[in-house]
């Protein structure tokens, strides 16, 4: 069955940067798009943007566009989110999640990574 | 951006209660749309997708609908594990977008 494992919660100084991954298993990795969206505590769903990760390609949302970084490693099907110069505001929960090229719904969905950025 | 604006931000309901939930699209998304349930330390969980479709595994007391603009999120026999936070998402165009959420309580 289809899953995404991502890496465990970190602790970041303000100013710090934290890499974040997504382990895919279950399905042909390449054959799905990676999104990444931010939860912060009690608040709504923001998507930060995609990783087309048979050609690498990305999509960002302009808001997150000089804070988040996508990459994969197909060796490993596995992706990445690098999030930088980190403030008190981006302490959240963090989700990978999958869908098709066609249809931007999010069928599968990670556990999620807790950031909690503190001095 | 696409604004998606959601409400009620809470309700609460009686089991075997009908619930509605609603989404308002600030333009066009056709059937472009769809629905989440979160449940406490949860990651989200698709239930709704293209305004009107079942997500694999859903209960048939869950279903979609859509009115030009505005979307619906009916729960037609509320149970016990259906409490949680309810999101729409736009998927229409990117930014993809989500609604503000609905919490969904025990009366």
């Known amino acids: 069955q289809v899953k995404l494992l991502q890496s465990g919660a970190a602790l970041v100084k303000p100013g710090d940067s934290v890499k974040m991954s997504c382990k895919a298993s279950g399905y042909t990795f390449t054959d799905y798009i990676i999104h990444w969206v931010k939860q912060s505590h009690g608040k709504s769903l923001e998507w930060i943007g995609y990783?087309?990760?048979?050609?690498?390609?990305?999509n960002y949302n302009e808001k997150f566009k000089s804070k988040a970084t996508l990459t994969v490693d197909k060796s490993s099907s596995t992706a990445y989110m690098e999030f930088s110069r980190l403030t008190s505001e981006d302490s959240a929960i963090y989700y990978c999640?999958?869908?098709?090229?066609?249809?931007?719904?999010?069928?599968?969905w990670g556990q999620g990574t807790l950031v909690t950025v503190s001095s | 951006d696409i604004q998606m604006t959601q409400s009620p931000a809470s309700l609460s309901a009686s089991l075997e209660e009908i619930v509605t939930i609603t989404c308002q699209a600030s333009?066009?998304?056709?059937?472009?749309l769809a629905w989440y349930q979160q449940k406490p330390g949860k990651s989200p969980q698709l239930l709704i997708y293209g305004a009107t479709s079942l997500a694999d595994g859903v209960p048939s007391r869950f279903s979609g609908s859509r009115s030009g603009t505005q979307y619906s999120l009916k729960i037609s026999r509320l149970q016990v594990e259906d409490i949680g936070i309810y999101y729409c998402q736009q998927a229409s165009s990117a930014p993809w977008t989500f609604g503000g959420g609905t919490k969904l309580e025990l009366k």
């Open positions: 990783i087309n990760p048979y050609s690498g390609g990305t």
């Open positions: 999640a999958h869908s098709s090229y066609i249809y931007r719904w999010f069928a599968y």
């Open positions: 333009q066009d998304i056709g059937n472009w």
